[in-house]
């Protein structure tokens, strides 16, 4: 059972990589609502507006909403003396402050040394096409081309054929870039945008090469394009005197028509630069007297008015803008935290990566922590009404602030998770008080404290022992509260210890009674419920003992290993041995197929193909989770099932129909011969896998030596971790080199060496019947007639 209007991936098909997610049917929703980011966006943006309704005060404005042109229904005076914005005043302020700002042009000094170098190329590039021969017409057409996309000007025909008939000269080139050189030498050349203003207009010049600024208010001194026409009339008179009239008249021709503005107008940069001006501008106030009238019954309301009127209300609740200003702070620190939870999730626990229900889990604590308390402030309130000897404060340490963060240390089973939720609500409880620093402490760390004291625990009367430490600490904090306002030997602070401790009691109270609530919306399995399945008496089991014997005693030894590996590597134990203990139940379906199962020689894959065989070993997996939902085991426990085999391939199978096979007919594919995953997700699954597969192997050992079983362990964890199966486990190198050491030494413990006993009684008979005397057998030689049947003489084990 999930909450409701959300469902939980049971099946590996519904999610890539056994992800549990949150979900409605597809048919109803997009893909967008399915995916995992998406959804916890929602959960924190949700979170965070509920939140707000709940630490929001009531608002009253007290003055009626006009509009411009309403009636006022009655007289308002100014209560005090407050400022008003003069908006008019403001916006000329503004625009006095624009006109003072310059617009700012770019100066590109290298413009005549950009066109010169494109125009080398256009020549050089034309004299080499007609060294070629590829034709006049080609060669016109390719220059008038560069002429209009390189230097983004036009060249007429019969400047073409001059060209053409000079065989693209490059003395001609070198003139026109003369001339070129000329114009712009230390000259402004301005563009169509200062053509038509004043000479007086100050500007900026922005020098792009430099980052400099002339501030140049004289404008005369800037070139139009009239006048670059003229200067290059006089200049080719004096720079081209020596050369023929034509190739002059062509290069000023060809020349006036490359020349380009060197300072175009920065719109961009003029822009920003108004807006810096303008954000310095300061708005222009008046000032509305105490006791003036504002505005008077009857009165059509005007846009003054209703400034006046805006401004009064915002200052008498200048508070609750304070406050407001304070939630929004609040809620941005918890939408950190919240991307700190998802993104650095591999720091904590991998499911916290491929699930929202955590989180979902998470939110909806945090929402019930405060509607809890809340209600007990509203409580402490009425309590105060009827009894007046106790004094308000002392009613406040009785509401059960810890109760929320017991929730998530025990559901989740992670102290991080514990401190940030601690943190988290014990912030957002300040805002609910007077006392804010001091709540804040109170709240944080009895939080802590029961957080680190329920993880794991294994009994429900922890939460009754949690609640009893939590008031307990609850009495210190209190004390040193107490003593920091000096106000220690007084009644009061009797009244408030003794709330304090039935404060932490109610927590324990509230958690012990509301967890199997949660463990049944969400699906999670407490060490407690783990405690029940783990039960070996239950139903189940029974039956297994009777169908598969085999599978029932192979489930007990690795539960064993993966419980001893799982203390080592900081895994769950618990989870862990519980989980082995289900891990195949999938078997008692198709028992006899399993070969620790049969006892005859009778083996029931004689009679099936080698694809056969594999499909009906490898839909062991897929019926043990069809039984543990009946079961109602829990999605970990489920996901666990799913994952102890990963995509591991049946290999023995897997050759057998390698040698069978008629390569005429068909290919054995290897993807029919493995599991369908997915690989183990969790620390947990992964021992799981691993120790299924080093304990089944080891029952192959002819002679189990400590060397040999060592040697099988290592052997296994190789093979499984050369396929890949523990890339999304978790499980890193050193965890695999302690479960390697954890499984050699149970393992060791399982195959210990036996030694066989001597009938010292048919042995003193025999030697009587055949007339020897019977001396009585000594310690020393029971010690020389003992032959050790497995391994070396030097091991010995116990019995």
């Not at 009244?495 to 049944?520: D, H, N, Q, Y």
């Not at 082995?580 to 999938?586: E, P, Q």
């Not at 362990?713 to 093979?719: D, K, Y």
């Amino acid at each position: 059972m999930t909450p409701k209007g959300f469902v939980m991936y049971k099946h590996a098909g519904k999610s890539k990589g056994g992800k549990r997610g949150i979900a409605i049917s597809s048919k109803i929703i997009p893909p967008l609502f399915k995916n995992l980011s998406f959804q916890r966006c929602v959960i924190v943006v949700g979170l965070c507006l509920v939140l707000t309704f709940f630490l929001s005060p009531q608002l009253d404005f007290g003055v009626p909403e006009y509009k411009v042109g309403s009636i006022a229904i009655k007289d308002v005076k100014a209560d005090r003396d407050f400022l008003v914005e003069d908006r008019a005043s403001t916006e000329q302020k503004k625009t006095d402050a624009l006109k003072e700002v310059p617009p700012i042009y770019d100066y590109d000094k290298k413009m005549p040394a950009k066109i010169g170098i494109s125009l080398s190329g256009i020549f050089l590039h034309a004299e080499k096409e007609l060294q070629e021969n590829k034709g006049i017409k080609k060669i016109q057409q390719s220059v008038k081309t560069r002429f209009e996309n390189d230097l983004r000007a036009s060249i007429a025909d019969s400047e073409l054929k001059e060209l053409t008939a000079k065989k693209f000269s490059f003395h001609i080139c070198n003139n026109i870039v003369k001339l070129i050189y000329s114009a712009y030498e230390q000259r402004f050349i301005g563009d169509e945008s200062l053509s038509g203003s004043p000479k007086s207009t100050h500007i900026i010049v922005h020098d792009i090469d430099t980052e400099k600024e002339i501030h140049l208010k004289d404008l005369s001194s800037i070139l139009t394009m009239e006048d670059v026409s003229s200067l290059l009339r006089t200049r080719a008179i004096t720079l081209l005197a020596d050369e023929d009239k034509k190739v002059r008249k062509l290069s000023l021709s060809v020349a006036e028509k490359l020349i380009r503005p060197n300072i175009t107008f920065a719109k961009y940069a003029t822009e920003q630069r108004k807006n810096e001006t303008l954000a310095t501008v300061k708005p222009v106030f008046y000032k509305v007297l105490k006791n003036e009238m504002i505005v008077r019954e009857g009165q059509k309301m005007t846009a003054v008015d209703l400034e006046k009127l805006n401004t009064l209300s915002k200052n008498e609740h200048e508070s609750w803008f304070i406050h407001t200003s304070l939630l929004v702070g609040m809620f941005i620190i918890f939408m950190i935290l919240s991307i700190l939870l998802f993104n650095i999730s591999k720091n904590w626990s991998a499911s916290l990566k491929r699930s929202n229900i955590d989180p979902l889990f998470m939110a909806l604590i945090a929402l019930l922590q405060i509607i809890l308390v809340k209600a007990g402030i509203f409580i402490a309130e009425a309590m105060d009404s009827s009894l007046q000897f106790v004094p308000l404060d002392a009613y406040f340490y009785a509401i059960p602030f810890t109760a929320g963060a017991m929730l998530i240390a025990v559901m989740l089973g992670s102290k991080e998770m514990g401190l940030i939720f601690s943190l988290f609500t014990s912030f957002l409880i300040t805002f609910l008080f007077q006392d804010k620093a001091g709540m804040f402490i109170y709240s944080l760390g009895g939080s802590i404290v029961a957080s680190y004291y329920l993880i794991h625990c294994k009994q429900r009367s922890a939460f009754f022992k949690a609640g009893l430490l939590v008031g307990l600490v609850n009495c210190l904090i209190m004390t040193a509260l107490a003593l920091l306002t000096g106000k220690f030997l007084n009644t009061e602070t009797v009244f408030k210890l003794f709330m304090a401790i039935m404060g932490g009691i109610s927590s324990g109270i509230i958690v012990s009674g509301t967890i199997p609530l949660f463990e049944t919306l969400f699906g999670y399995k407490t060490d407690i419920k783990l405690l029940e399945l783990a039960n070996l008496n239950q139903p189940i089991f029974q039956e297994m003992i009777i169908s598969a014997p085999g599978t029932y005693h192979h489930s007990i030894i690795v539960a064993s290993m993966v419980e001893a590996a799982a203390e080592e590597i900081f895994a769950n134990p618990l989870l862990a041995k519980v989980s082995a203990y289900y891990h195949d139940i999938g078997k008692m379906k198709k028992p006899l197929y399993f070969v620790e199962n049969q006892q005859t020689w009778e083996n029931k894959h004689d009679k099936l193909t080698p694809s056969m065989s594999s499909r009906v070993i490898i839909s062991h997996v897929k019926d043990g989770c069809e039984m543990a939902r009946k079961l109602k085991l829990g999605s970990q426990i489920e996901d666990i099932i799913r994952q102890h085999h990963g995509t591991r391939l049946a290999m023995y199978f897997y050759e057998k129909a390698k040698k069978e096979q008629d390569r005429s007919r068909h290919v054995i594919l290897e993807s029919d011969f493995r599991y369908p995953g997915p690989k183990p997700q969790s620390k947990e699954a992964g021992l799981v896998l691993i120790a299924d597969s080093v304990e089944a192997s080891s029952r192959t050992l002819k002679d189990p030596t400590p060397t040999r079983i060592r040697a099988l362990v290592n052997a296994r964890i190789r093979e499984i971790v050369e396929d890949g199966q523990l890339a999304e486990s978790e499980l890193t190198f050193s965890d695999l080199h302690k479960i390697a050491g954890s499984f050699t030494r149970i393992l060791n413990g399982i195959f210990h060496h036996r030694i066989e006993y001597i009938d010292t009684d048919k042995a003193y008979k025999n030697e009587e019947k055949n007339g020897h005397t019977r001396k009585k057998p000594t310690i020393k030689n029971i010690r020389k007639s003992l032959r050790v049947t497995t391994g070396t003489p030097t091991h010995y084990g116990t019995t």
